[in-house]
């Protein structure tokens, strides 16, 4: 199973997640964001809650069983990042563009989750603005 979060030229094309409260300016960023020849930024995909659900649910009710399958927390973190990458990825080449980015106002909620599955890309992508 490949690891989209380890692949190095995944590390400059990482999904871009926005999400906020109502109001307060992420549809405004979602057109900024599209805007830039690099990055496609869609309508809202919605799915990130019912993926995170189950990010949850396998990681707190069945991990026990998955460890017998030898499964690890990294495994799925591995597999989380890659079902979201999966369903943004048509839309991002559709647009002809090297990133997407993903602006769902309940990403918010879910920021803790998106972290841990794209955590290897995340901490790049700080290290890389930290010396901008």
């Known amino acids: ?16 997640f926005v999400g906020g409260a109502a109001r307060s300016g992420t549809t ?3 057109v900024i964001l599209d805007s830039h020849p690099n990055i496609a ?3 809202e995909l919605k799915i990130t809650p019912y993926v995170a659900q189950m ?3 396998l990681q707190t009710t069945f991990m026990t069983t998955l460890k017998e399958y030898h499964i690890t927390e990294e495994d799925m973190n591995s597999v989380f990042a890659g ?7 048509k839309y991002r080449k559709a647009e002809g563009k090297p990133r997407i980015a993903e602006k769902s106002p309940s990403n918010i909620f879910f920021s803790d ?3 841990v599955c794209f955590l290897k890309v995340r901490s790049y ?6 010396e901008m």
Do not use: H, Q, Y
Not at 1 to 16: F, G, L, Q, S, Y
Not at 83 to 89: N, P, Q
Not at 125 to 130: K, L, N, P, Y
């Open 41 to 43: 930024c869609g309508p």
């Open 28 to 30: 405004l960023l979602r």
């Open 55 to 57: 990010w949850f649910e």
């Open 83 to 89: 079902v979201l990458s999966a369903f943004l990825e």
């Open 1 to 16: 199973m490949k690891d989209v979060r380890n692949d190095e030229a995944n590390k400059m094309t990482a999904p871009i």
């Open 125 to 130: 992508i700080s290290s890389e603005m930290a």
């Open 113 to 115: 989750i998106l972290l």
